[in-house]
């Protein structure tokens, strides 16, 4: 026993310590201090001893919670339940259920998972002698900054007041299951126009068509030449989405071969179908295929071959939102014989879409009658789908010629659905996706339902809406852990930045995608480097082989669909670019031209 002296008398902690000598371990803490001893109090989310079970819970369960707090140290312990399906939160009593040789007691609840997918937050409130304190998640480390993603589940924190960083429980629906060929795919993803130009027939010509007005079609007599530049001045400035390259189905059927040697299993293409521009996702007609893209028979033909090596294609769903120079919609009275919905309040397509007075700068503009439409994002050429409307439904996927009906009796296995989230945002507000997939899976049972969601996507995947999602989460990971600086550009910024990452926090990040997400769905993730939205992994890296061949390494082994964007396994060099501002910008440069050998120019290398 140690003491402290004063020359006038006995110190303070003297006494203290003197007491401490005549009681038992643990007492000590209860006894001597007025407050809650905060650096006792822990929960983990991932250990067994404080959750059970752990991670997404199938509904009909219960899930055993726990706290550690200093023996005898609280008055009361209470979980604060909030159900997103109910709107409702509960809150429920703790008792001790057992008590520690090391001087901490275990509070205990029981809670109950419910009936119906939903998601349930908790979190933990103590009290002693009048003073409270909540034990939540720890997500953000660095007070209101961006969100740190690797600091999700696992430990937490005490606060003197309540941050709202409520632990996760995603309940499911324990008859959900995920199509058993993609728990095992290797995904190839295409950008049609840029992949391979195998039938020169449907090729345009410079000038040929024009695009919103006038913006001209340009066509690429050189194949491996970078796109048109719209950032930069000259004659190409400000023209976006209307340069073309000649890509097509044929093309990607003469090159299937190669991706079988590859290891593929599974395509996805970004949209084939009637558009005004190349990236195609202000789609004009869903059920035709772009005549710059081939035929009803080229898409047959790139099936059955697909098929003949063991390949499922997934088509892009882009259901949010179309063209507004379209025959439905017709901005530009492109179409004489119909009327669109932009050219007359008696259209039949009318309702399909959002009228409504601008609300601040609006360009969206309908010229015949000066009507204000609303656009997706702001751009006016894709004017927003009403998918609460049953002829929207119907054309899209409830009637006999519906485009899932349509393309699922092709004989495609599945869709991506492009900003899934705007159109239903999870859960039973909005049925469009539960419907949808009981449309899909009545065609094909084994057909895969994926959406674009950045963040966490637990809200869709609770059995009745979608299989999977693009794990964006996943790929800020990996390239975190193969860089050792932070990288931003125009997606990859907030919540999104890419952070350089140890391996604790790697371990930590992949601990809570597994732990929000149903096994069903985390073992059917679509684990993807790079997309046609992102800048191209080689140079997220930093142009470092050995850092992309790290990065493949995990998408490759972790659990999941690995997904290769076009080109980056040859780690095709097509940077982003800096707007006026600085900024680094992704689109159009991420969407060279594969370099195939064969082919003219020399832009980009193909480095085998």
Same mark, same amino acid.
């Given at each position: 026993m140690a003491l402290a002296v004063k020359r006038n008398g006995l110190h303070v902690v003297l006494l203290i310590m003197l007491i401490a000598a005549l009681l038992p371990l643990g007492v000590l803490s209860a006894r001597a201090q007025d407050g809650i001893d905060a650096e006792a109090l822990y929960h983990d989310s991932r250990n067994d001893l404080y959750r059970t079970p752990g991670g997404a819970a199938p509904f009909g369960s219960a899930i055993t919670l726990r706290l550690r707090a200093a023996t005898g140290n609280l008055d009361g312990a209470t979980v604060r339940v909030f159900?997103?399906?109910?709107?409702?939160?509960?809150?429920?009593?703790?008792?001790?259920?057992?008590?520690?040789?090391?001087?901490?007691d275990l509070w205990e609840a029981v809670i109950e998972a419910g009936d119906a997918p939903t998601i349930l937050w908790y979190r933990f409130i103590v009290t002693r002698s009048g003073q409270t304190l909540y034990y939540e998640d720890d997500q953000r480390l660095d007070g209101d900054g961006p969100y740190l993603a690797e600091n999700e589940g696992g430990p937490g924190a005490a606060y003197t007041q309540s941050p709202d960083l409520s632990y996760q429980i995603t309940v499911y629906d324990p008859a959900f299951t995920t199509p058993e060929w993609m728990r095992n795919a290797v995904f190839y993803q295409i950008f049609p126009d840029r992949f391979r130009n195998g039938d020169p027939a449907n090729d345009p010509f410079d000038g040929s068509d024009t695009f919103y007005g006038a913006l001209p079609l340009i066509f690429h007599e050189t194949w491996n030449e970078p796109p048109v530049d719209p950032r930069q001045p000259g004659e190409f400035s400000e023209i976006w989405g209307s340069d073309f390259f000649g890509g097509d189905l044929a093309g990607i059927t003469g090159k299937l071969d190669y991706l079988a040697e590859l290891g593929v299993t599974a395509l996805y293409l970004n949209p084939i179908f009637a558009a005004r521009s190349n990236h195609r996702y202000d789609t004009a007609d869903y059920l035709a295929i772009d005549p710059l893209l081939g035929t009803r028979a080229d898409f047959d033909t790139l099936i059955a071959e697909a098929d003949a090596r063991g390949m499922k294609l997934i088509l892009d769903g882009v259901f949010n939102h179309m063209s507004s120079d379209s025959a439905f919609f017709d901005r530009y009275n492109r179409f004489p014989a119909l009327v669109g919905a932009c050219e007359s309040e008696d259209s039949e397509w009318r309702d399909w879409f959002f009228f409504a007075e601008p609300q601040g700068p609006q360009p969206a503009l309908c010229a015949g009658d000066e009507s204000f439409y609303v656009s997706w994002a702001g751009f006016d050429s894709i004017p927003k789908l009403d998918n609460a409307n049953a002829e929207v439904r119907t054309y899209f996927f409830a009637g006999d010629g519906? =485009?899932?009906?349509?393309?699922? +009796? $092709?004989? /495609?296995? #599945?869709?991506?659905?492009?900003?899934?989230?705007?159109?239903?945002?999870?859960?039973?507000?909005?049925?469009?996706?539960?419907?949808?997939?009981?449309? =899909?899976?009545?065609?094909?049972? +084994? $057909?895969? /339902?994926? #959406?674009?969601?950045?963040?966490?996507?637990?809200?869709?995947?609770?059995g009745a809406e979608w299989d999977a999602v693009m794990n964006y989460r996943l790929r800020r990971g990996i390239l975190g852990f193969a860089r050792d600086a932070i990288f931003t550009d125009n997606d990859a910024n907030g919540d999104n930045t890419i952070r350089p990452l140890g391996p604790g926090d790697l371990d930590a990040l992949i601990a809570s995608i597994a732990e929000d997400y149903p096994p069903q769905a985390y073992h059917a993730m679509m684990n993807l480097l790079g997309s046609h939205d992102t800048s191209r992994a080689f140079f997220v890296v930093g142009g470092d082989p050995a850092r992309l061949k790290l990065a493949a390494l995990l998408q490759f082994t972790l659990p999941g669909a690995p997904t290769v964007y076009y080109g980056d396994e040859i780690a095709l060099d097509a940077p982003s670019q800096p707007d006026s501002g600085g900024n680094l910008q992704d689109d159009p440069y991420n969407r060279a031209p594969y370099p195939w050998p064969d082919a003219e120019g020399d832009a980009y290398t193909r480095d085998e």
């Amino acid at each position: 026993m140690a003491l402290a002296v004063k020359r006038n008398g006995l110190h303070v902690v003297l006494l203290i310590m003197l007491i401490a000598a005549l009681l038992p371990l643990g007492v000590l803490s209860a006894r001597a201090q007025d407050g809650i001893d905060a650096e006792a109090l822990y929960h983990d989310s991932r250990n067994d001893l404080y959750r059970t079970p752990g991670g997404a819970a199938p509904f009909g369960s219960a899930i055993t919670l726990r706290l550690r707090a200093a023996t005898g140290n609280l008055d009361g312990a209470t979980v604060r339940v909030f159900n997103t399906l109910r709107d409702r939160q509960d809150l429920i009593p703790m008792t001790v259920a057992a008590t520690t040789p090391d001087g901490y007691d275990l509070w205990e609840a029981v809670i109950e998972a419910g009936d119906a997918p939903t998601i349930l937050w908790y979190r933990f409130i103590v009290t002693r002698s009048g003073q409270t304190l909540y034990y939540e998640d720890d997500q953000r480390l660095d007070g209101d900054g961006p969100y740190l993603a690797e600091n999700e589940g696992g430990p937490g924190a005490a606060y003197t007041q309540s941050p709202d960083l409520s632990y996760q429980i995603t309940v499911y629906d324990p008859a959900f299951t995920t199509p058993e060929w993609m728990r095992n795919a290797v995904f190839y993803q295409i950008f049609p126009d840029r992949f391979r130009n195998g039938d020169p027939a449907n090729d345009p010509f410079d000038g040929s068509d024009t695009f919103y007005g006038a913006l001209p079609l340009i066509f690429h007599e050189t194949w491996n030449e970078p796109p048109v530049d719209p950032r930069q001045p000259g004659e190409f400035s400000e023209i976006w989405g209307s340069d073309f390259f000649g890509g097509d189905l044929a093309g990607i059927t003469g090159k299937l071969d190669y991706l079988a040697e590859l290891g593929v299993t599974a395509l996805y293409l970004n949209p084939i179908f009637a558009a005004r521009s190349n990236h195609r996702y202000d789609t004009a007609d869903y059920l035709a295929i772009d005549p710059l893209l081939g035929t009803r028979a080229d898409f047959d033909t790139l099936i059955a071959e697909a098929d003949a090596r063991g390949m499922k294609l997934i088509l892009d769903g882009v259901f949010n939102h179309m063209s507004s120079d379209s025959a439905f919609f017709d901005r530009y009275n492109r179409f004489p014989a119909l009327v669109g919905a932009c050219e007359s309040e008696d259209s039949e397509w009318r309702d399909w879409f959002f009228f409504a007075e601008p609300q601040g700068p609006q360009p969206a503009l309908c010229a015949g009658d000066e009507s204000f439409y609303v656009s997706w994002a702001g751009f006016d050429s894709i004017p927003k789908l009403d998918n609460a409307n049953a002829e929207v439904r119907t054309y899209f996927f409830a009637g006999d010629g519906s =485009v899932a009906r349509t393309w699922g +009796e $092709a004989g /495609i296995g #599945g869709w991506r659905l492009d900003v899934g989230g705007d159109i239903d945002p999870g859960g039973p507000a909005n049925d469009y996706w539960e419907q949808f997939r009981e449309a =899909v899976r009545e065609i094909n049972p +084994e $057909a895969v /339902i994926i #959406g674009e969601e950045w963040q966490d996507a637990s809200r869709w995947l609770g059995g009745a809406e979608w299989d999977a999602v693009m794990n964006y989460r996943l790929r800020r990971g990996i390239l975190g852990f193969a860089r050792d600086a932070i990288f931003t550009d125009n997606d990859a910024n907030g919540d999104n930045t890419i952070r350089p990452l140890g391996p604790g926090d790697l371990d930590a990040l992949i601990a809570s995608i597994a732990e929000d997400y149903p096994p069903q769905a985390y073992h059917a993730m679509m684990n993807l480097l790079g997309s046609h939205d992102t800048s191209r992994a080689f140079f997220v890296v930093g142009g470092d082989p050995a850092r992309l061949k790290l990065a493949a390494l995990l998408q490759f082994t972790l659990p999941g669909a690995p997904t290769v964007y076009y080109g980056d396994e040859i780690a095709l060099d097509a940077p982003s670019q800096p707007d006026s501002g600085g900024n680094l910008q992704d689109d159009p440069y991420n969407r060279a031209p594969y370099p195939w050998p064969d082919a003219e120019g020399d832009a980009y290398t193909r480095d085998e």
